[in-house]
């Protein structure tokens, strides 16, 4: 199902980085900082405040490669590097649909040890 979302040599190498015992820790963490990256993507967007607005594309893009999510990150990425003119409601609202993706994935990985 989700199988795709997560490189599985981005994730072995991450496994072998951190370790198996504590790759859970450290997907927690992104599982729970993510949202509030994302939101804070969108108040940035919103406000119009282009500094914040990449700082905030490049931690998502950044925690995206960390765990092999190289779609999410790479649009992410594309975000970062096109600023306030490429976030479109609609690459927003793209990110935000893959984020949920890497969510599934994420979860699925850890329970499958």
Avoid at 15 to 42: H, N
Avoid at 54 to 76: I, M, P, Q, V, W
Wanted: aromatic fraction near 6%; avoid cysteine.
């Amino acid at each position: 199902m989700s199988s795709g979302v997560i490189d599985s040599a981005a994730w072995a190498e991450l496994e072998q980085t951190a370790g198996a015992d504590f790759i859970g820790e450290l997907v927690q963490t992104f599982l729970e900082e993510g949202p509030v990256m994302l939101q804070a993507l969108r108040d940035a967007h919103a406000a119009g405040n282009a500094d914040d607005f990449r700082r905030s594309a490049h931690s998502l893009k950044s925690n995206g490669l960390t765990f092999g999510a190289l779609d999410f990150a790479a649009k992410a990425r594309a975000l970062e590097l096109g600023g306030l003119a490429a976030a479109t409601p609609a690459a927003l609202t793209e990110l935000h649909d893959d984020w949920q993706e890497v969510v599934m994935a994420l979860q699925e990985r850890v329970s499958n040890g």
